[in-house]
């Protein structure tokens, strides 16, 4: 089993940023690649931006290029999300993602319980 805990959001003024972190924890599995997703009121979650674990290559939504990095610490366990030049159009639920191999080998998936952002006009 793998639990995933999110921090580091809350309420900024748009041209600001936040960091994001998301640490897992567990035992008996490896993960794959790690993601952030987001969930705004009225709409579908989606992806924000995915790392893989094994070669770090990484991929952004369209509307986050440019604005939005990545990243993994060495022991892969922890992942971050720098958001910068913020938008109130990225005011969202914002959810770690984590897919995960276990020692026999089955692919999971598993959702941290998100962590608000909201950015002010």
């Known amino acids: 089993q793998v639990q995933l805990v999110e921090s580091g959001g809350g309420l900024v003024q748009a041209g600001g940023s936040l960091r994001l972190s998301c640490a897992a924890s567990g035992s008996g599995f490896s993960s794959i690649a790690m993601a952030w997703y987001r969930q705004a009121p009225g709409k579908q979650r989606e992806l924000v931006a995915r790392i893989t674990t094994t070669f770090r290559t990484t991929n952004y939504a369209d509307s986050v290029k440019g604005r939005f990095a990545i990243s993994i610490n060495n022991a892969k366990n922890t992942m971050w999300l720098q958001m910068n030049s913020l938008k109130p159009e990225d005011t969202a639920v914002y959810y770690c993602?984590?897919?995960?191999?276990?020692?026999?080998?089955?692919?999971?998936?598993?959702w941290g319980q998100g962590t608000q952002v909201t950015v002010s006009s």
């Open positions: 993602n984590a897919q995960t191999r276990n020692n026999y080998g089955v692919l999971s998936d598993y």
